[in-house]
């Protein structure tokens, strides 16, 4: 890690107890070596994505009627960002950012891509590196696990994009009974690496059981691991043994959301096991969040509360998640950091953990943020976040302190999320030199990003003369 030496001086002066440094081959917290470590001297690194899943729909956001033990024990364990962002209201883009560390707009992946697996132009654009590669060239096992949604063209597959191994599907979802019948992009096979798989169970159950065994077969090596759940995506689909846990919900699609969301928490206990049970979880940075927000009611019965919004909107609903990292080897447990964060964080963080080299070329958005979650470090990760959604005539949002600019719709609309996080009362009348200072911070952005490379799905299969 950076400039060990004066964060322990800073934590010794500060008070702060709890601290992790690292030497190669030996990583410790407060002077005591952390368990589990490999050869390298290295901490593990898992990104749990979920897809689709509403910001009150686990239960340390809240959630009454699904229980969500295993996500909330991450936040028991480790540091839930009350203000955690991703970098758009939609499935690709914001996995375009994850993956590079950069606002994807910049290099014009602010559409989903279709289902196209001989066009070579729709996906990440392969100028960009991703925290794969630099994890990868830092020693790591990388692995991917789940949707991928970032081109279905063999150059995009993420055996190209520094994954060493991949179990998963390349569209935006999938079906998850096994012989479902569905459009192409939901129905094609699993595959493994580049060899198409028979998919046995659940899909959720698969995905979990897959990360379980990938952390117990490189637990002797740093690994960094994506996990992209499809879940809690549409379609809604559960099979009995999850959806007998919720009888008591009268509503049936709500009842299979509730099923699907449990699945995937089950899965993420699995994971957290495999950890605990290779003696590995000390030294393993877990992240969770969701790719998005809930989408509307008439596609999935989600829980956005508190906020304004959904799926699609740069109102709070599309873009503020579920949030949390642990890290019991280097992280608070329990601590509820209020400042906000972005998806776009994970590379810069991953890659600080790792010593890992970024390329000078590749400019990242994010920031390491685990001296912030750790309290080493006082002030905020980022002075200024922003948001944009379909080219420079598209919807768009600039949040800086406590006020958010917005458009939306038409109107452009100014809020106070301190006192009024549901974005019910447009202050821009009241306050409108703020409104001058936030248009100027997003115009001043929106001139460095490019238009989209490509346009919505529908769009473009239809160019393409296909249904
Ligand atoms: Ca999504």
Known sequence: MRNDISRRQFLVMSGVG??????????TMGGKKITGQNAAGKPNVIVILADDLGHADVGFNGCKDIPTPNIDSLAKNGVRCSNGYVSHPFCSPTRAGLLTG????????????AWLPEDTNVGLPLNQVTVAQVMRDAGYVTGAIGK???????????????FTEYLGFLGGGHMYMPGDKGGVEYTVPVLRNKQPVEQKEYMTDLLSSEAASFITRHKDKPFFLYLAYNAV???????EKYLNRFKHIADEKRRTYAAMNSAMDDGIGLVLKALRDNGIEENTMVWFFSDNGGPPANVAPTNNSPFRGHKGNVYEGGIHVPFVVQWKGGLPRGKVYDEPVISLDVFATAAALAGAKVPESHKLDGVDILPYLSGERKGVPHDVLHWRSGGSGGKWAVRQGRYKLVKDGTAVELFDLVDDVGETKDLGAEKPDIVKQLQKLHDAWNAELIEPLWQNPKRAVKKAGRK
């Open 148 to 162: 991928w949604h970032l081109g279905a063209a063999p150059c995009f597959h993420p055996n190209e994009r520094g």
């Open 233 to 239: 995506h549409t379609p809604l689909q559960a099979p």
């Open 102 to 113: 950069r606002y994807q707009q910049r290099f014009g992946h602010e559409c989903n891509p």
């Open 18 to 27: 709890a601290f992790a440094m690292s030497v190669p081959g030996c990583i």
